[in-house]
């Protein structure tokens, strides 16, 4: 019985672990796509893209994920891209 529960408690940590690493990668090539796309597409007008870069990258996906939900839809109902 105790050996079954430890396979278990073995079992479910590495599905935690997979779990985690796979929204780890995910996270990391969400980060790397929005920092591409900020600095490929983000008019060079003002500070903005300078200012959205350092939010990219000094808070990785938590920027990210503000680029992409807050800026990217402005900058492409604006500029079409």
Known sequence: MEMEIGI??????LLFAL????LSLLLFVLWIWML?????YEPSTGNDK???VLVIVLLNGIGALLYYFIRRPERI???GQ
């Open 36 to 40: 591409i796309d900020c600095i490929k």
């Open 19 to 22: 779990i985690s690493m796979a």
């Open 77 to 79: 109902k604006l500029t």
């Open 50 to 52: 300078i200012i959205w």
């Open 8 to 13: 278990m408690m073995s079992l479910f940590g």
